[in-house]
């Protein structure tokens, strides 16, 4: 049996950046992400966000992909959402996400990070951290 450890950051945002995971349901649906991931097998060991997106932190198995783990987090939280009718309007993830490799030495500070969504979401907005990613990771848009 192959032992792997790929850890992978994934941020996302909801359709258009709408504030719509508010803090009466936020948490309901950070609960809901994880349980979720859980029965589909994916390790996912911190999910939080702010009110127009959401963090994860999760290890890769040898059988995931990235971009199956986020069609199957990210598809039936939407599903979920809307079925529970949580929020008035349907929820819809943007298309885009980020996901960038994390070294087993920068786990706690991620975790960290991840936890503190709701603090440090009070000094900056999404789209500054959204353009701090773009820079620091050196992301591009291709086609």
Known sequence: ???TRVWIHFVWSTKNRKPVLVDSIRQKVFQHIKSNAAEKGIYLDSVNGYIEHV???VSLGTEQTIAKVMQLIKGESAF??????????????QDEYFAVSVSESNIEAVRNYIWNQEEHHKKKTYTEEYNEFISKYKFQKFG
């Open 55 to 57: 963090h994860c932190l």
């Open 80 to 93: 979920w959402v809307n079925k529970q009718n949580l929020i008035k309007d349907k929820l819809e993830w």
């Open 1 to 3: 049996m192959p032992y």
